[in-house]
């Protein structure tokens, strides 16, 4: 027998047989045709032939090959009615005679912002738009031009962008939130950020009512007075997708008008954001920002783009720094037509990031009341906001790529194919230091969401079986 019909039997006996023993729940009515219809939808993203049979229980994205990848793209011309390219970002033309120019418009209409402008990275938007906010900022004082912005300690900027901000705009960045008197990023990309939270008002006011200091040459600076732009990721990627809760967002967008500083977000994920919020629409979510930054790339699905908005000024600086980064290039159409083809089909999927959110919940939560489960594994946050969390282990790296081979071996399951291990710091000592010795990231996407949850259970049950073996 085949090792996907195998699994599909041990399913089975597993519900019927075992109906109520330590968390086992009784299966629906369709089970069996759900099951079988979701292992052969699942088995067909992945893209190694060899495992073809494998269920990824991680994987949260359908896998495509390079050639069907370009293929979709040419459909998605035709669909789109994309006839000609853009030439250099089509600055000069407008949405009736520019795609690109369609597509921006399209975007910045559903996000409720005057303007918006396609760039190629998350990184380049970002660090376009605090160059613009450096150089316009204007000081209560009345000085000019400002080298400071504050984020989070988790943000991308600091952790995964080798201090361009620093290297190649001159600017200092104000940590604020956990962590800001003793900012080390090594330590957090080296053994994770369990239990960290997200900006909260009460971070902002303590950052305007003292003088605080700089990263990286420890400025001391007069917030009031010299910060340009303050940063807020929706959700927090680095601390397992946690939100600011909403009356707060709104506060401190009061607090930075009221002291001239450019409120910004990095809603690479917003749009999982505003469904974390329950929001009926994502201009609900965005409203409170002078500029927001989005990626196609990730919920959405596209290769690869993203999109700066804000007003229409804003934007024609933009427009002109892009040119300063490099980042107007010949034509743009591969990743334009990918990423308004992914930002179509969201539009088209009502409360599909919702329905993640919730299955991931739902799925967390017979995990975590599993007693043998709950052991080896703990979650952050322990409900998840949106649909995301972050996943810390309590055995060494090298036990648990043994554990996962073996259940992979046995059941056809993968339930873990990205996972990184926990160093531990030098500065603590005692069983805090080591409690975890691997994390994982894992997001509810449209491959894994097809996943039966007692599919879950039963991959996450025989690795806590084999780690206590």
Same mark, same amino acid.
């Given at each position: 027998?085949?090792? #996907?019909?195998?699994?599909?039997? =041990? %399913? ?8 109520? $023993? ?14 079988? =219809? ?20 991680? @994987? ?35 949405? &009736? ?19 918006? =402008? ?14 613009? *906010?450096?150089?316009?900022? +204007? ?12 984020? /989070? ?45 997200? #900006? ?17 040459? /420890?400025?001391?600076? *007069?917030? !009031? ?6 940063? #807020?990721?929706?959700? /927090? ?16 967008? !009061? ?23 329950? /929001?009926?629409?994502?201009?609900? !979510? ?41 980042? *107007? ?17 969201? &539009? ?20 975590? @009341? ?36 073996? %259940?992979?071996?046995? +059941? ?6 990205? $996972? ?13 230091? #080591? ?26 049950? !025989?690795?806590? &079986?084999?780690?206590?073996?």
């Amino acid at each position: 027998m085949m090792m #996907i019909d195998c699994l599909f039997a =041990v %399913v089975c006996l597993q519900h019927y047989l075992l109906p109520f $023993v330590d968390g086992w729940v009784m299966p629906s009515p369709s089970l069996q045709h759900e099951t079988k =219809v979701m292992l052969s939808d699942i088995k067909n993203n992945n893209d190694d032939p060899s495992r073809a049979d494998v269920i990824e229980l991680q @994987t949260y994205t359908k896998r495509k090959s390079p050639s069907d990848t370009l293929a979709d793209l040419s459909t998605a011309c035709k669909e789109l009615g994309v006839d000609t390219f853009d030439i250099y970002g089509d600055f000069e033309l407008d949405k &009736q005679s520019s795609y690109l120019r369609q597509f921006e418009a399209e975007v910045a209409e559903y996000f409720g912002k005057e303007e918006a =402008v396609f760039c190629l990275s998350g990184g380049m938007a970002q660090s376009i738009m605090l160059a613009i *906010n450096a150089r316009n900022h +204007t000081s209560k004082s009345g000085g000019g031009g400002s080298s400071f912005f504050a984020c /989070h300690p988790t943000s991308h900027l600091l952790l995964h962008e080798n201090d361009a901000y620093w290297d190649l705009l001159n600017l200092e960045a104000i940590i604020i939130g956990d962590q800001a008197n003793i900012y080390n990023p090594e330590v957090l990309k080296d053994s994770g950020c369990y239990g960290m939270e997200p #900006i909260r008002l009460s971070d902002v006011k303590d950052l305007l009512a003292s003088i605080s200091t700089s990263y990286p040459n /420890h400025l001391p600076i *007069n917030c !009031t007075e010299e910060l340009s732009t303050l940063m #807020i990721e929706l959700p /927090h990627r680095e601390i397992g997708g946690k939100l600011t809760p909403w009356d707060e967002v709104e506060e401190i967008a !009061t607090i930075c008008k009221e002291n001239g500083i450019n409120y910004h977000c990095d809603g690479a994920r917003l749009v999982e954001a505003a469904a974390g919020y329950g /929001h009926e629409s994502v201009k609900e !979510t965005a409203k409170p920002f002078t500029s927001v930054y989005i990626s196609f790339y990730k919920g959405l699905g596209s290769i690869s783009g993203a999109m700066l908005l804000g007003d229409s000024d804003f934007i024609a600086e933009a427009r002109i720094w892009l040119r300063k980064f490099g980042g *107007n290039l010949y034509t743009v159409l591969p990743y334009a037509i990918s990423s308004w083809a992914g930002f179509c089909n969201f &539009q088209r999927e009502e409360n599909v990031f919702e329905y993640r959110r919730d299955k991931l919940a739902r799925v967390l939560k017979l995990l975590s @009341t599993d007693t043998r489960i709950s052991r080896i594994v703990e979650f952050d946050p322990k409900t998840p906001e949106v649909n995301m969390a972050h996943g810390y282990l309590r055995m060494s790296y090298d036990e648990c790529m043994k554990a996962l081979d073996k %259940v992979e071996q046995t +059941t056809g399951i993968r339930v873990l194919s990205r $996972v990184r291990s926990c160093k531990e710091d030098d500065d603590t000592d005692g069983a805090d230091s #080591i409690q975890f010795g691997c994390r994982f990231e894992w997001t509810m996407g449209e491959a894994n969401a097809l996943i039966d949850d007692e599919l879950f259970l039963l991959g996450w049950k !025989t690795l806590a &079986q084999e780690v206590e073996n």
